[in-house]
C-alpha cells in the first residue's frame, strides 16, 4: 500500500508541477520527501490502528527534513544552504543525538510503542514457506 500511494501522489505531483503550477523539479524535490513521510505515517497507522514508533519517527524525521529543505528551494530562507548548515549543523546534531536517547528510554519504559519482531515484515516467515514448498 506504502509505494502505491507514493507513486499515485508523485504523479499528481508531477503534474500539477509540470502542467498548472509551472515549477522546475530542482524548486519542487523536498517536497517528494515530505510526502513520503506523511505516506508513511498514514500507512502505519491503518496497519496497525494505532502510532507506532517505527513508523512515526520516520515519518516525522523525512517531513521535517522536506520541509526544513522546501525552505532553502523555495527561497523562503535568503542564505545559502552551506553556511546554515556549516553554523547550525552541530547544534543538530547535538539536537539529534538527545531525542534519539529520549526516544530510546521512552522505548525501554513503554513496550507497547516498539514494534515486535513479528510485526516488522522480516522475511522468515516467506522463507519457512518457500523451505516448504521446495521439499
Not at 45 to 66: D, E, H, N
Not at 108 to 116: G, N
Request: a negative charge.
Amino acid at each position: 500500500m506504502f509505494i502505491g500511494l507514493i507513486f499515485i501522489f508523485w504523479d499528481i505531483l508531477h503534474v500539477l508541477f509540470s502542467y498548472v503550477v509551472i515549477l522546475s523539479l530542482k524548486q519542487t524535490w523536498p517536497l517528494f520527501g515530505v510526502t513520503v513521510g506523511i505516506l508513511l505515517f498514514v500507512s502505519g497507522f491503518y496497519k496497525y490502528r494505532t502510532f507506532k514508533f517505527g513508523y512515526v519517527i520516520p515519518s516525522a524525521t523525512l517531513t521535517g527534513m522536506g520541509i526544513w529543505y522546501s525552505f532553502f528551494s523555495f527561497k523562503i530562507i535568503k542564505k545559502p544552504f552551506l553556511t546554515v548548515a556549516s553554523n547550525l549543523g552541530p547544534i543538530f546534531m547535538l539536537v539529534i543525538a538527545i531525542l534519539l536517547v529520549v526516544l530510546f528510554l521512552v522505548q525501554q519504559r513503554h513496550k507497547e510503542f516498539v514494534l515486535s519482531d513479528d510485526e516488522t515484515g522480516t522475511f522468515s516467515d516467506e522463507d519457512e514457506e518457500i523451505g516448504k514448498i521446495e521439499e
